[in-house]
């Protein structure tokens, strides 16, 4: 505590040119990084209003965080990786070395396959990814015939997109042993508890406390008892065929050994695992704030239902179609911007010293962030920013004629849900095709409605803006089809 103390003194006299939001005086800025982790967009607004295009900056528990501009989005993308880094920002967040183990940071080639291979292979996968969304919907929301049930949104959705996301991470059958999905569906969870009490301790004790604080060792094994078969059975068609064969599993696991850089069941299962933590907990959130903007508007139904009837009736689940659903890519990328996903986004950690374009001096050590929320609701920005318009980017599309700057994978200094720069996610493109396969999945396939209780779709935890676990929506199977 006295070393956090000593370094949160020091660091708030290099950025003292910097002005600050919330309460004053010695333990003031305690008091405030206290209130952010109730109230981190209330706080941040609060200094966007006030120092307009400006940076601020705001305290935190353990040290200042510089909350940056729309304006200085274009320093972000500049600053190479050696200038500002989003590993070094995450690395006292999650400390990754221990809770997910040091082979994957050191040679995170699994980054370049989500860039290729998964990108570019969405046609042939969209098939089996649509095919276990089905599946998945069907067994865990097990309705009787046209009988409405109340379920937990985000506690379903969890599964579904988790088993969606396997079947094209390691395949059928294994995407459905419940086993398997219950050690990914409480991956994020653990690490991320793991990496706040590691983050407690200084850098030279990690490797002791992360013996007694981490699991990792126990979760890789528990992971590698069930790739290990398959991996022996990939190996052996490997060597018996070389590099193709007939009904070659076309998933992330197989392009891993594909790659040759690793064969172990255990760094395979680290891997797998290390996807699912990027993969499962980000598109379940949007998708169950998505949903739950539909059940609270449900007057937009019939009109998607059309779309989608229209569109996937005459070229089936196929990533053209899923290209032509604009309203359901409008109502998805909406949901997105007006719920959001944190009200500090974009985390960043400066090696250097910089100076930004608009003269800001950010010294070396400094974590700066960018005010995404305040951005996303900016009315110098969006039209009418607080207002739910599902079709908000299909009009801004129609009017400004620019179809690749409204899309649901488009990043820029407006449009911040999926990062921006040298770290922006690389999973977006199968994110979003989960996305729209699982809208309009349920779009066409069942009636929704909010119960008798509403509740706020999202909750602030901290800098992250989450879906609310106790929200609840009303599910039927459609009886029209
Ligand atoms: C709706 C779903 C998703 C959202 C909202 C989301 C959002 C983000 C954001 C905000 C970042 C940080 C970017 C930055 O700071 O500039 C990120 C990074 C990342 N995302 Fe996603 N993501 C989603 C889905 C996925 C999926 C499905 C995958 C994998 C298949 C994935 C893999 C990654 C990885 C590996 C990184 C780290 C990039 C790096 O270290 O350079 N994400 N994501």
């Not at 941040?44 to 305290?59: C, D, H, L, R, S």
């Not at 250097?352 to 400094?366: A, E, N, Q, R, Y």
Request: net charge neutral; proline share 4%.
């Amino acid at each position: 505590l006295v070393a956090v103390c000593v370094y949160r003194t020091s660091e708030s006299r290099n950025l003292n040119h910097i002005p600050s939001v919330g309460s004053f005086g010695p333990l003031g800025s305690y008091w405030t990084a206290i209130k952010s982790l109730t109230n981190s967009p209330k706080i941040v607004q609060e200094g966007y209003n006030k120092y307009k295009a400006a940076a601020f900056k705001i305290p935190n528990l353990g040290h200042w965080v510089v909350v940056l501009n729309r304006d200085h989005v274009d320093d972000i993308i500049r600053a190479s990786d050696k200038e500002l880094s989003f590993h070094a920002a995450i690395d006292d967040y999650v400390r990754p070395v221990y809770t997910f183990g040091r082979q994957i940071i050191d040679d995170a080639y699994h980054y370049s396959i989500m860039k290729s291979q998964l990108t570019h292979n969405l046609s042939a996968v969209v098939p089996d990814v649509a095919d276990e969304i089905v599946a998945a919907l069907d067994e865990t929301l097990d309705l009787t015939e046209n009988e409405w049930k109340c379920v937990p949104v985000l506690k379903t959705v969890e599964k579904v997109v988790c088993r969606a996301g396997n079947r094209a991470f390691v395949g059928y059958p294994l995407c459905r042993d419940s086993d398997w999905i219950e050690l990914n569906m409480q991956l994020t969870n653990a690490i991320i508890k793991e990496g706040f009490i590691l983050s407690l301790f200084p850098k030279f004790m990690l490797p002791l406390a992360a013996r007694f604080a981490t699991k990792t060792t126990n979760r890789v094994k528990h992971g590698a008892r069930h790739l290990s078969p398959i991996i022996t059975e990939r190996l052996k068609r490997m060597e018996e065929y070389g590099e193709k064969w007939n009904d070659k599993p076309d998933d992330f696991l197989q392009w891993c050994l594909d790659e040759g850089k690793e064969t172990s069941a255990d760094l395979l299962a680290a891997r797998m695992l290390a996807i699912n933590f990027a993969a499962t907990h980000t598109t379940s959130n949007t998708f169950a704030q998505t949903l739950y903007c539909l059940a609270a508007n449900p007057q937009y139904i019939q009109p998607l239902r059309e779309e989608v009837q229209t569109i996937v009736g005459k070229d089936g689940w196929t990533k053209e179609a899923l290209a032509k659903l604009r309203k359901v890519e409008s109502f998805l990328k909406e949901a997105q911007r007006f719920e959001g996903n944190a009200s500090l986004g974009i985390k960043r950690r400066a090696l250097k010293d910089i100076t930004l374009s608009d003269g800001t001096f950010v010294p070396k050590g400094t974590y700066i962030c960018v005010a995404s929320h305040a951005i996303h609701h900016d009315p110098r920005i969006y039209e009418d920013p607080d207002t739910f318009d599902p079709y908000r980017y299909m009009k801004l599309q129609e009017k400004q004629g620019d179809s690749s700057r409204y899309q649901l994978v488009a990043v820029n200094p407006e449009s911040l849900m999926f990062g921006i720069g040298k770290a922006v996610c690389p999973g977006r493109f199968f994110a979003a095709m989960m996305l729209k396969l699982m809208f309009a999945h349920i779009i066409l396939s069942y009636d929704l409605k909010l119960g008798d209780i509403s509740y706020s779709a999202s909750v602030g935890i901290g800098p992250a803006i989450v879906a609310n676990s106790s929200a609840k929506v009303m599910l039927r199977r459609r009886s029209d089809e």
